[in-house]
């Protein structure tokens, strides 16, 4: 079971993506009741979390991203998405959606975002 992510692409510095992470409805449960997050992982760093947001709609953001990336959950279409705005090079990475309950963890295959200066 895998979540699928999309809406990577090539950005110029300013611009803006919105990513998107699908859950198959086998895991409909896990998506409505848990944590949803998105990382990224850079070439030759390891993996960060981006943002996060609860079953209750709650959010958090790493700093580096704070005010420029938002991320929002729609429990019908079980979609999470990532805002992305004001992108910058240090934005490059593969993107990765989450979430998980006790021992199961599911990942998005991965959506490569890259920006150019």
């Known amino acids: 079971v895998q979540l699928q992510a999309s809406g990577g692409g090539l950005v110029q510095a300013g611009g803006s993506l919105r990513l998107s992470c699908a859950a198959p409805t086998t895991i409909l449960s896990v998506f409505v009741s848990n944590d949803m997050g998105w990382y990224r992982q850079a070439p030759g760093k390891q993996r960060e979390l981006v943002a996060v947001i609860t079953s209750s709609g709650s959010t958090n953001y790493a700093d580096s991203v704070k005010g420029r990336f938002t991320v929002s959950k729609n429990n019908s279409r079980r979609t999470v998405a990532l805002q992305m705005n004001s992108l910058t090079p240090d934005d490059t990475a593969v993107y990765y959606c989450?979430?998980?309950?006790?021992?199961?963890?599911?990942w998005g295959q991965g959506t490569l975002v890259t920006v150019s200066s």
């Open positions: 989450h979430t998980k309950r006790g021992q199961a963890t599911y």
